[in-house]
């Protein structure tokens, strides 16, 4: 793996663990850690496009999140709207590295060539 993929990788493994831990463990969410998170998820996406293979355990560490974000919004009444959103953005930065897309490849109102 190359530096920069394995240097964003790291961070954003830290990023994640210095937001589920809390939020499952004390049930507190940690927006500065979330924010973290999502930049990391967003910086890894670009870095990945256009590369073949990506590590399985990256990927299950996206994949895990929203569910465990999922799973534990019901003791978080107030902020389940916030807390789905969140799910929302860590899933689409998943699923466009899946795809090998970043953000600036979806133009609103211009046709998709594939």
């Known amino acids: 793996m190359d530096k920069q993929i ?8 830290e990023a994640i663990s210095d937001f589920l831990i809390p939020f499952q463990t004390t049930r507190k969410i940690n927006k500065d850690a979330y924010q973290r998170m999502h ?4 910086e890894l996406m670009r870095i990945l496009k256009g590369t073949e293979m990506v590590s399985k355990y990256l990927l299950n560490e996206l994949f895990t999140v929203p569910l465990v974000i999922r799973a534990e919004s019901s003791y978080f009444k107030n902020e389940q709207q916030e807390l789905e959103e ?3 953005q860590i899933e689409l930065c998943l699923s466009l590295i899946l795809k090998d897309e970043t953000p600036e490849d979806r133009v609103p109102r211009v046709p998709r060539v594939i």
Not at 6 to 13: F, V
Not at 39 to 42: E, F, I, M, V
């Open 86 to 88: 969140m799910a929302n």
């Open 39 to 42: 930049r990391h998820a967003q």
């Open 6 to 13: 394995k240097s964003t990788a790291s961070n954003l493994r």
